[in-house]
């Protein structure tokens, strides 16, 4: 079972204060409570004096548990580390940001959550919006008239509210809004003076119960019996799984929907695992660029059926370029309702014929209701025998799954991150925790704490949590390691150090190719080498066991063996995989170059 929402389970024992204060006595304290009943687990932060009102409530007067704080040594590790937990429960958990200054900093993994559409709570703070409460200087620096603002474009609700009494209600309204679907992050900034004011001694709090989010929305019956009918006459019909639920139930109903329609279907890396990637009826692999052989089941079906898809038109211009779609094509998805204009991630406006704004889960399951088995449905036909891979000279990916497997035996796999060439033919996703998509916005630097934040998640489920990241992406929040260390969060982070921005050399090689330059140049500017960084060394300074760097088969086997042993006794570790910067150079099309091309 995963942890649940307001289980006081300390991470730290010694961070267990004493002579607790029981009595609701300060603003701060109010917004504590609030916290606490709201059911939220966890607050990850970085200290700030904007809040220190808040923190003391948090240590004590609610004895540093239900919430528990969890320190960072970056606010944008705090956000990172809500995230992961968030995709791995599908519950929020809070973070607190240090005025202005924390906000900026934790800002670019806001968008990532925003982007990638999770919960959480983001509790911020400013100096006394009253000035003549500040001090000098340092309270005039951060204090912001709104500083909501900052923000704003990639949140899906904010506040400040005004007074003691007005923080519960403002604190349920983020909670709602957050857990209500579709999801995104929600900003409460607290006044400093008000956290420190006094509260009234009978202070009366509100029942969350009353202000629980709502269902997320069904599906229109008549778009769905239009659907069900399109679906139902198809000679070919191609499901795209994208957002989608954590349960085994929903993930059982999309299985159901494509062998009850003797369908296809196609899902890429952008989400979680919500179908089984090895089914017969599986397109291909799962993708960050549609292949040869999505592109030709896009092209041979006659009803496309996109069930939380992420960038459905982009996906169909790789596979129709600027050719009309001949398909039908219906889409069930949330998205739209968080559209501001501010941000391009509204993805290219695909055409649709049966639009449908609700819940991709609600979906499935009304199609179902209404779609018959059918009598002589075509059987997909079986998937090929399993990938397997022969060691070579160099360390690559491929040798990092085949030895992980082995390592790992029975026990359950969660990846909360994989970096690209990460060969999924070898590592099918056989259940929904299986792997937990991308971070949404593509902000380098948010693989560790998205590992560490879905490690504390699954912490004692009995699942091995691991992150297949970039050195450059770990590299940018390595102190986020720090945190993992310090409350002993079982994590396996294997970099796959190219020691270099590898995707970004092809993007370089790309230009010089269409300019007729030399694309032996692409290195330059983009190699993290002469020297390269010792990610072991780096890692052990923060406290977690670690290994590497690794070049060769056998120094593999034994630290994969170590790191897996000592993440199944509760303490995280790392590995830094030297691989070798050309593997799969095969499979990896320059994105930069088909954009080129296409353009010209």
């Known amino acids: 079972m995963l942890e649940r929402q307001g289980t006081v389970r300390r991470q730290a024992n010694a961070d267990q204060p004493a002579n607790v204060d029981d009595a ?135 506040d400040q509210p005004g007074s003691i009494d007005a923080i519960p209600e403002s604190l349920l309204r983020a909670h709602q809004q957050t857990a209500s679907a579709p999801h995104g992050p929600t900003y409460v900034c607290l006044d400093a003076a008000l956290q420190e004011a006094e509260a009234s001694a009978d202070f009366a709090f509100p029942d969350p119960a009353r202000f629980a989010p709502p269902p997320a929305p069904a599906p229109d019956p008549d778009a769905l019996a239009e659907a069900a009918r399109l679906i139902g006459e198809a000679r070919k019909p191609l499901f795209l799984f994208g957002r989608g639920g954590l349960s085994a139930a929903e993930w059982d109903a999309r299985v159901a929907l494509v062998e009850r329609t003797g369908g296809r279907m196609m899902t890429d890396l952008k989400t979680r695992s919500v179908v089984p990637t090895d089914h017969p009826a599986h397109v291909g692999q799962p993708f960050n660029k549609l292949g040869k052989d999505g592109r030709a089941a896009l092209r041979e079906a006659d009803v496309i059926v996109s069930i939380g898809w992420v960038d459905l038109g982009g996906v169909l211009r ?26 391009k991630e509204t993805f290219q406006l695909p055409p649709v014929d049966v639009p449908m704004l609700a819940d991709p889960d609600r979906t499935v399951s009304g199609l179902l209701a209404l779609l018959p088995e059918r009598a002589a449905a075509a059987a997909p036909a079986p998937s090929a025998e399993p990938a397997t891979h ?165 120094a593999l086997a034994a630290a994969i063996e170590r790191g897996v042993a000592t993440v199944l006794a509760g303490r995280p570790f790392v590995i830094d995989v030297h691989i070798d910067p050309g593997h799969g150079r095969e499979l990896t099309e320059s994105m930069a170059e088909r954009s080129l091309a296409s353009a010209s």
């Open 390 to 554: 022969t060691p070579g000279e160099t360390v690559n990916l491929a040798d990092v799954a085949t030895v992980l497997a082995a390592a790992v035996g029975d026990t359950p796999v969660t990846f909360a991150a994989l970096c690209r060439g990460w060969p999924t033919q070898l590592w099918p996703f056989a259940e929904p925790l299986s792997y937990l998509g991308k971070d949404g916005g593509g902000g380098v630097g948010s693989g560790p704490g998205l590992v560490i934040g879905a490690a504390l998640a699954l912490k004692g489920s009995g699942r091995l949590t691991v992150g297949i990241i970039g050195d450059g992406d770990c590299l940018m929040s390595i102190n986020a390691l720090w945190t993992a260390a310090r409350y002993q969060i079982p994590a396996l982070i294997i970099v796959g150090n190219n020691r270099s921005y590898y995707n970004d050399e092809l993007h370089q090689e790309g230009v010089a190719r269409h300019r007729g330059r030399d694309p032996a140049n692409r290195w330059i500017g983009q190699t993290i080498d002469h020297p390269a960084p010792d990610i072991a060394k780096l890692a052990d300074g923060q406290g977690v066991e670690s290994a590497g760097p690794i070049r060769d088969h056998a």
């Open 318 to 343: 790789q596979a129709f370029g600027a050719d009309p779609v001949p398909a039908k094509i219906v889409h069930a998805g949330l998205d739209m309702l968080l559209h501001n204009g501010w941000g």
């Open 24 to 158: 609701v006595g300060w603003g701060s304290d109010v917004a504590a409570q609030m916290l606490r009943r709201l059911g939220i687990a966890y607050i990850a932060l970085n200290p700030g004096a904007s809040y220190r009102g808040l923190h003391d409530s948090l240590v004590n007067h609610l004895g540093n548990a239900a919430p528990e704080m969890l320190m960072c040594l970056h606010e944008e590790h705090a956000v990172a580390i809500a995230q992961g937990y968030a995709k791995a429960t599908g519950t929020p958990m809070a973070v607190a940001l240090h005025s202005n200054v924390g906000l900026m900093h934790g800002s670019m993994a806001i968008f990532n959550a925003w982007c990638d559409r999770q919960p959480m709570m983001i509790i911020g703070a400013t100096g006394p919006v009253d000035a003549a409460l500040r001090r000098p200087w340092i309270d005039w620096l951060h204090t912001a008239q709104d500083q909501g603002a900052l923000v704003r474009n990639f949140v899906k609700w904010d």
